[in-house]
């Protein structure tokens, strides 16, 4: 391989790296002669292309960025009585590569810099973040409360907790809808939804290494429904399972 820097998403050492040998001159000079009529010939025999010519040939989209496994979703909500709860969801961005994501959460405020009563969602691609969507109806959530006066400590969990759904760090990845962070008077709310309560296999998995990724310690994870979380309220909504 050619040395990138890269790795799957890590460092990759000098050492493992494997030099390219080029073939003949007269090789790689007829391949890059296909490039609609770009040629290199010695002498005076053709006018170099200018730097404009050669750089639209480059697709710096393929040739830079790192791709995802999946397109991703930004949304935003914000609490005004004037309008109805959809009325307020905002549809912000989607990114599908490792470089479009860091532009887009370094573009957005941090969560302890929102006012109360703002959420932030990043959702799969085609999933809305509402529990009555197909892709959620059948789900849950796990579920931490966070205490407001730890600000980098909530920027932080919402940051490890995007990059490790983004980066399918979950052995169940497939299970995982999206990310929330809910900004409350007392508390903030962070939690993952997953798809489909019924398979406590998938579930107690992702809580597990839910917890181990984000070194969360003794702070509790619960999983609730969806379905209770729609007629119970705040510390009164029923956990099927705690961490």
């Known amino acids: 391989m050619v ?3 890269f790795e799957s998403y890590g460092l990759q050492n000098a050492g493992e790296t494997e030099w390219v040998q080029y073939g003949e001159p007269n090789d790689w000079e007829q391949s890059l002669a296909v490039y609609d009529g770009v040629g290199f010939m010695s002498g005076d025999e053709q ?74 969602m990043v959702f799969k691609e085609g ?14 959530r796990w579920i931490m409360l966070l205490d407001k006066a730890s600000k980098g400590f909530i920027d932080k969990l ?6 490790c759904m983004i980066g399918e760090c979950f052995q169940f990845s497939d299970e995982i809808c999206g990310v929330v962070i809910n900004v409350r008077n007392k508390a903030n709310k962070l939690s993952l939804w997953t798809k489909d309560s019924r398979n406590s296999r998938a579930i107690l ?5 839910m917890k181990e990724l984000l070194q969360l310690g003794e702070l509790e ?9 729609m007629v119970q309220h705040g510390p009164n909504v029923h956990s099927i399972y705690k961490l």
């Open 3 to 5: 040395y990138t820097g």
């Open 158 to 163: 919402w940051h490890d907790l995007l990059l």
């Open 127 to 140: 999933v809305r973040p509402m529990w009555e969507d197909d892709a959620n109806k059948e789900g849950g």
């Open 47 to 120: 006018e170099m292309p200018s730097l404009n010519r050669v750089m639209s040939l480059i697709d710096y989209d393929l040739a830079m960025k790192h791709p995802l496994e999946r397109t991703w979703t930004l949304w935003h909500w914000e609490n005004d009585r004037t309008k109805s709860w959809t009325e307020m969801l905002s549809d912000v961005t989607s990114f599908n590569t490792v470089e479009d994501f860091f532009s887009v959460y370094y573009f957005v405020k941090p969560p302890s810099d929102l006012k109360i009563f703002n959420d932030y």
């Open 205 to 209: 998995s992702i809580g597990t290494q």
């Open 221 to 229: 994870l619960q999983y609730q429904l969806h379905t209770d979380a």
